[in-house]
């Protein structure tokens, strides 16, 4: 079974631009989340979707928004991008909704802003 | 709000020796999860271990096990018979008992494992 993939893995944007990053889950997988990696931030959680529904949000402003399509795979976007945006972005897949379940997560998505 | 704290950046062991990573978390929640995850230099982030806060026994898989002490907020990796491909970032992280809710996870800083051939 394939795994949980992103696209693009490398992408370099300037700042004030918008990007969208890819995210295609597990199969069978209805619940998509999406955390941001920084070295100064560490992890951190930025939403999940369950059913194309968005069931939680971290605390990320709103330049930070997603989507869940019918068949789970789902879509973040960054509007008026800082330098601070500048992250590895992973998402992370499963079957269902919450911390009963085991999340598997993709290789990322660099994100550079210059 | 719940935080997760790593106080060891780095550790280095010995190929084939026993390593003890900590982690401290702080939560008004009763009930829980607490996860162990590995980063290796790919980036994939893998779960290691988990363990359910209302379960008494500790969570062991394979050479890791771990060393939850509930009252003192405690959640410590034990890694035995260290071998090279265990060398990675390692994250320590909390989920509240969601039952069907969705709140993410909550990561520590991570340790850096280095494994001495």
């Known amino acids: 079974k394939a795994g949980v993939t992103q696209t693009p893995r490398y992408l370099i944007k300037t700042r004030g631009q918008q990007v969208t990053l890819s995210c295609s889950p597990i199969?069978?997988?209805?619940?998509v989340s999406w955390y941001q990696q920084t070295p100064g931030q560490g992890l951190q959680f930025l939403f999940e979707?369950?059913?194309?529904?968005?069931?939680n949000k971290g605390n990320f402003p709103g330049r930070f928004s997603g989507r869940q399509f019918s068949n789970s795979r789902s879509e973040m976007n960054v509007s008026t991008l800082e330098l601070g945006d500048s992250a590895l972005y992973l998402c992370?897949?499963?079957?269902?909704?919450?911390?009963?379940?085991?999340?598997?997560f993709g290789p990322g998505t660099r994100l550079t802003v210059t | 709000a719940q935080t997760v704290t790593q106080s060891q950046p780095e550790m280095s062991v010995q190929e084939a020796e026993t390593v003890t990573l900590s982690c401290t978390y702080d939560t008004s929640e009763s009930d829980y999860y607490l996860f162990w995850y590995k980063q290796p230099p790919s980036r994939q982030m893998i779960l290691v271990i988990r363990?359910?806060?209302?379960?008494?026994q500790n969570a062991t898989e394979n050479r890791f096990s771990v060393n939850f002490q509930k009252a003192a907020k405690s959640f410590s990796l034990k890694i035995s018979d260290s071998q090279l491909g265990d060398a990675a970032m390692y994250f320590c992280a909390y989920s509240r008992f969601s039952g069907g809710g969705a709140d993410g996870l909550t990561f520590g800083k991570g340790t850096h494992l280095i494994i001495q051939p």
């Open positions: 363990q359910e806060a209302y379960k008494q």
């Open positions: 199969s069978g997988h209805r619940s």
């Open positions: 992370a897949s499963s079957l269902g909704q919450g911390a009963d379940y085991e999340q598997y």
């Open positions: 979707y369950f059913s194309e529904t968005q069931r």
